[in-house]
């Protein structure tokens, strides 16, 4: 089995920097190695540094690197994958990776912690551990996050799609949620998975070239006027939108959005609301492709996961509508 390191908080420590020994700030350079189960599990490990950065500073090269990582990792033999990550965009990279991976033969597992790795109450050891546990032994063929379920990490952790995940808390050790999506599974003294899981299998993955990087993700407030929206979107190849509610926009954007899509641009529709998704169609004012071209909506997936796969989309050259295509149980329940 293999574990990938790549920084994030999980391998910072607690600088105590004044003389009472008041908590300072985590700094990085914590060996994450230090918090692997060892003899605990029985499981043989092998580790690999993939990089050294706060998930903050993370690109889609970065997402790039981690998955051709993975592919060799399971092109050698690996029964499981542990990634090792930052926690605040873990859930992007988990997203990007189901996109890229699509079906994998083995379990490819997320995790961290939100309190640095070398504290006395990190949760990084507990978190991975479970992680190591459901890369070693769950009947899983998919990219997942497994983190705490529960604010003081007594309980079992949980697993929960990659692509369907949310970091929904900044402080609390249960950070992730699948809002849309219930858990795949949990981890306590063994895995437990759920029927929606998907189990191992496809053909070892490819990584794709690349992801396009001219879009961006909009949240749509009442301060996003007709001229500030054009002028983001004027050097963008496509936009998704984290429209109010079920997927709306003020009535004097729409021309600035028709005009994105008349050039060739797409136009990805999704909801800022925390669950529940894009409904397009549910009020009869809402956008059509008929009014703005190129218009697809995200449906049940989180605006994160619509960003990373109009990224992926439009940086494999196909068409936007592509979006709107289940690739990885990010839209459909059953996988
Ligand atoms: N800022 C950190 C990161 O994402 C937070 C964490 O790891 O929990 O790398």
Not at 41 to 51: H, K, T, W
Not at 267 to 294: F, H, I, N
Not at 324 to 335: K, M, N, P, S, T
């Amino acid at each position: 089995m293999s574990v990938l390191t790549t920084g994030g908080t999980i391998a910072q420590q607690t600088a105590r920097t004044t003389a009472s020994g008041a908590l300072g700030v985590a700094v990085p350079g914590f060996d994450v190695t230090r918090l692997l189960p060892g003899d605990r599990l029985d499981v043989a490990l092998s580790v690999r540094s993939v990089s050294a950065k706060g998930s903050k500073d993370m690109r889609a090269t970065d997402w790039l690197a981690m998955a051709a990582a993975v592919v060799e990792e399971i092109a050698a033999g690996a029964d499981g994958v542990v990634l090792v990550h930052g926690t605040d965009t873990m859930h992007y990279t988990a997203a990007a990776l189901s996109f890229v991976l699509g079906p994998v033969p083995v379990p490819v597992v997320l995790t961290g912690s939100m309190r640095p790795g070398g504290d006395p109450d990190s949760d990084g050891a507990a978190n991975l551990r479970d992680a190591v546990r459901t890369a070693a032994t769950a009947d899983l063929g998919e990219v997942v996050v497994v983190f705490s379920g529960d604010a003081d990490r007594r309980g079992p952790a949980t697993i929960l799609r990659g692509n369907r995940a949310r970091k929904v808390h900044s402080t609390a050790l249960n950070a992730f949620a699948s809002p849309a999506l219930a858990p795949l599974g949990a981890v306590g003294e063994s895995v437990v998975l759920s029927a929606h899981a998907r189990p191992k299998g496809g053909s070892p993955p490819r990584p794709s070239p690349a992801f396009a990087e001219d879009v961006a993700l909009v949240t749509v407030t009442p301060t996003t006027t007709a001229p500030l929206l054009a002028g983001w979107l004027a050097p963008l190849s496509g936009v998704v939108l984290a429209g109010t509610g079920t997927g709306h926009v003020h009535a004097d954007l729409v021309p600035v959005l028709a005009d994105l899509g008349a050039r060739g641009g797409a136009v990805v529709m999704s909801s800022q609301a925390a669950a529940g998704g894009e409904r397009l169609g549910a009020y009869s004012g809402d956008l059509t492709p008929e009014v703005v071209p190129g218009l697809v909506g995200a449906g049940a997936m989180t605006a994160e996961a619509a960003l990373v796969k109009l990224m992926w989309v439009l940086g494999r050259g196909a068409d936007p509508e592509q979006v709107g295509v289940d690739r990885a149980g990010e839209l459909a329940e059953r996988w």
